[in-house]
């Protein structure tokens, strides 16, 4: 055994050990090794953002706690880490930095400069990963922008084609007008903002009346083509199928019946627009109604709109309003808080537009997606409804097209001649249809020779979504279904709508089969004041500041502990500190171990003779194998954290080691045979504490494990012992139930003494026990060597009778009186 340092010092141990394991290559996965069952993890690629802020500490606390414990279990672990490059954030701060947009660069110079900002911000994840101590095998990195990934995504784009499962079409799609791309449901978040309902007067065709219809957006009125009321409304029933006169363009449209109208809603007429909502959408395509597009891309009036073509959605806005008010249209505007969808990257008003896209057919999987996730195991449980009810609820198919140019490919031509669809062969990709023709001489269909590229590329989920196979090895490893199915897919609970639904698709749709057999939710890391952290609340923390303060043990210490799997988790500077106090509680006993161990060389053929209080402590330690082993087999952590550290806190520093200094200090006085039993209790039960806790704090484990385990265990890393297993053997109630009352005779005493105000080590001359009866004097008893020991007592009486002195507080039928020295 060799000695502690002095001081715990974590920045130097982690970094010690962090780069030990790495040139020991502990964490690779072994692609030969037929033996070990394969366990692998779908580590979800992050989309680099410049920062690893604490809720990728949590996410990656919980991958690297299953990775090191499922490598104990015996499993040959694949823990990859890739990086999901694409998208529009990176586009949107390219074009900030450069200060242009995108379409006035060459778009080889532009995806250069999103390539060099993806790098800088890799570099900061990758090492906030390091420095957290995630055992992930590098060997595996990719990205997904490198054109050999490129070669996966439109390889799984061609076989879905052919499958049937891709098709272009020309729908509604939610579209931003800022990023002038059309976005897919998950990308859409929701908003309160204020806005304003218009009540505005819709003339009757051929007649002095009205109809009065409140909206919200009164720059639709140019693209309005239906009028709707709810046929049981006995005001209007008996309009439908009259014309009306839309406002501003004198243009008439019929009036419709449909039950989704709500009376009670603004004043029960609606007016049909292309497309104000989704609801237009639905009534645009149950009634055949037709389209006028109103919007341009870039979120403009066209020429549809009449004079005020050329106008933003707000400009037209408020002039049609003024024109409405002059004209004498608008009988009133109130105020109205309305949820409007916002794009998630950019957060402008999301329009909705008619373009030619490409699809997935997506809506088709629905049951099959309610199945499998019905047969997923989730960490909790409950979180699986959230994917169910997501995929119901969708009311379109996957709009897998972009309008970008930092994403992947299409692979896809079109005859210039007669529009003949050219799908690349699966021997073609990577490639870009923009820089290369097909590898055909012409047309199938009409002989033509020249093609038109797809200019569209593809939404970033298509790249992320086939995750689980290409971990596995898809699609150049034969062997790649010895992976697949993951065994378990991490994400959070913000992105079950997107990364769980969209793997579980893409994965169904191509190979029939579920991508991940196990889904663990993390929830949301909450600020102090209980809100979402973030950077607008101001209650920000970044994560470099939280481990460069206590280092990675402390901070996992936190992330694992702070609240139950898939529950939102609060960051307190407390909880953080908390974990280093137990840290070097862990530390200064360990340092203790070693002096009180001094000598003690473990071994088979070491005689001893067990004390009551070494089999309560060594049951208590199988006890707590079980419930942290059925914690981490639950994905539990809190549970196995706060277990590990009231057994280390309570069990082992506070009772045990108090306890039994005296034995190991005095051999002379209580024999060899005891000794060495207390000897051997304390080293194996420290080195059970370190393996339970190792997938939490590997760090310290593995520090302390060297100095005192290494030479003995003979693993050349803690990370490379087996986990233990329960011992019934060694599991003893009843010496749980003697331990625990000699523990209390013991800590009675010691009570007395201290409100006494005397020093802990006051020789006792007489100390009498009256047990009450006969059996609770004989367990006494077996605890004499221990309780004389550490209670210093020169004579110890225990009585089977009852008698009167201080009560012993679990235990009111025993009592005890003492006779100090001096
Ligand atoms: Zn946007
Ligand atoms: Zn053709």
């Not at 073509?309 to 409405?324: F, H, M, P, W, Y």
């Not at 209980?530 to 950077?535: A, L, N, Q, T």
Request: aromatic share 10%; with cysteine.
């Amino acid at each position: 055994m060799q000695p502690l340092p002095k001081k715990y010092d974590f920045s130097e141990i982690e970094r010690k050990w962090q780069q030990k394991w790495e040139d020991m290559g502990i964490y690779r996965f072994d692609w030969n090794d037929a033996k070990r069952t394969p366990f692998t993890i779908d580590t979800p690629p992050p989309y680099p953002s410049g920062e690893f802020h604490m809720g990728n500490i949590l996410n990656w606390t919980y991958f690297d706690i299953v990775a090191r414990y499922k490598r104990m279990r015996g499993f040959n672990v694949l823990f990859p880490q890739g990086w999901d490059c694409h998208g529009l954030s990176i586009e949107i701060q390219v074009e900030k930095e450069h200060k242009i947009r995108k379409r006035d660069v060459p778009p080889d110079q532009f995806r250069g400069w999103c390539e060099q900002l993806i790098e800088r911000y890799i570099a900061i994840m990758k090492d906030a990963i390091l420095k957290l101590g995630c055992s992930i095998d590098w060997t595996t990195e990719y990205r997904t922008m490198d054109p050999d990934y490129w070669r996966r995504t439109q390889l799984s784009f061609i076989l879905l084609h052919k499958k049937g499962f891709m098709y272009q079409g020309t729908h509604p799609v939610n579209w931003c007008p800022r990023c002038e791309t059309a976005i897919a449901d998950a990308e859409v978040d929701y908003e309160k903002r204020q806005g304003a309902l218009h009540y505005i007067r819709f003339p009757l065709e051929g007649s002095k009346e009205h109809l009065l219809i409140a909206t919200s957006r009164p720059e639709f009125i140019p693209a309005c083509v239906a009028v709707e009321v709810n046929p049981e409304d006995e005001r209007f029933k008996k309009y439908i199928g009259k014309k009306i006169v839309v406002p501003i363009v004198n243009r008439a449209v019929t009036i419709i019946g449909d039950e989704a109208v709500d009376p009670d809603f603004g004043t029960g007429v609606v007016q049909i627009c292309t497309y104000g909502d989704k609801e237009d959408v639905k009534t645009v395509m149950k009634h055949k109604l037709p389209v006028i597009t109103l919007l341009t891309e870039n979120g403009r009036i066209t020429e549809n709109g009449g004079k005020y073509a050329g106008l933003t959605v707000n400009q037209a806005r408020k002039a049609i309003v003024e024109d409405l008010s002059a004209a004498g249209l608008l009988e009133k505007t109130e105020t109205l808080m309305q949820e409007v969808g916002v794009c998630d990257r950019c957060k402008s008003h999301v329009e909705i537009l008619e373009r030619k896209q490409w699809f997935m057919k997506t809506r088709a999987l629905t049951d099959q997606v309610e199945k499998t996730a019905n047969e997923v195991v989730w960490y909790p449980d409950y979180m699986k409804t959230r994917l169910i009810d997501w995929a119901k609820s969708l009311d379109w198919d996957w709009v897998i097209s972009r309008q970008r140019v930092f994403a992947t490919p299409i692979p896809v031509w079109h005859c210039k001649n007669c529009g003949e669809l050219i799908l690349a062969e699966e021997d073609w990709v990577p490639i870009d249809p923009k820089l290369e023709n097909p590898h055909v001489d012409k047309c199938p269909k009409c002989g033509g020779t020249a093609f038109t590229p797809e200019h569209d590329v593809f939404d970033t989920w298509m790249d992320s979504s086939i995750t689980c196979a290409v971990h596995a090895g898809w699609p150049d490893r034969e062997d790649w279904h010895r992976l697949f199915p993951a065994d378990v897919h991490p994400s959070g609970i913000d992105i079950i709508r997107t990364w769980a639904y969209y793997l579980m698709v893409r994965h169904l749709a191509l190979f029939n089969e579920t991508p991940y057999k196990s889904c663990l939710i993390n929830g949301m890391v909450l600020g102090s004041d209980g809100r979402k952290m973030s950077k607008s609340l101001k209650n920000y923390v970044a994560a470099p500041e939280v481990l460069g303060k206590y280092g990675s043990d402390a901070t996992r210490q936190w992330a694992a502990g702070g609240g139950a799997t898939g529950s939102d988790i609060p960051f307190r500077w407390p909880d953080v500190e908390y974990g280093r106090r137990f840290l070097v509680k862990l530390w200064n006993v360990s340092k203790f171990a070693i002096k009180l161990l001094e000598g003690y060389a473990p071994s088979e053929t070491v005689e001893f003779e067990l004390q009551p209080l070494d089999k309560w402590v060594l049951s208590k330690a199988e006890k707590l194998t079980q419930k942290v082993t059925d914690a981490l087999e639950k994905c539990q952590f809190n549970i196995a954290v706060e277990e590990i550290r009231n057994f280390t806190w309570h069990a082992l520093c506070d009772c045990y080691v108090e306890a039994v200094k005296d034995r190991l200090y005095r051999p002379e006085t209580h024999g060899e045979a005891k000794r060495a039993a207390a000897q051997h209790a304390l080293y194996e039960v420290l080195y059970r504490i370190l393996q339970l806790l190792s997938p939490v704090t590997p760090h310290l484990t593995e520090e302390i494990y060297q100095a005192m385990y290494a030479d003995y265990k003979g693993y050349k890393s803690l990370q490379l012992s087996p986990w233990p297993e329960f011992n019934q053997a060694l599991a003893d109630d009843q010496a749980e139930e003697h331990g625990d009352l000699i523990i209390a005779v013991i800590g009675e005493v010691r009570r007395e003494k201290a409100e006494k105000r005397l020093p802990l080590n006051t020789q006792i001359k007489k100390l009498t026990v009256y047990a009450g009866d006969q059996k609770t004097a004989e367990i006494i008893k077996e605890g004499n060597v221990d309780i004389a020991g550490t209670c210093k007592v020169s004579n110890l009486e225990v009585l089977a009778k009852k008698g009167s002195g201080r009560t012993l507080s679990e235990y009111p039928e025993v009592t005890f009186t003492a006779e100090y020295e001096g």
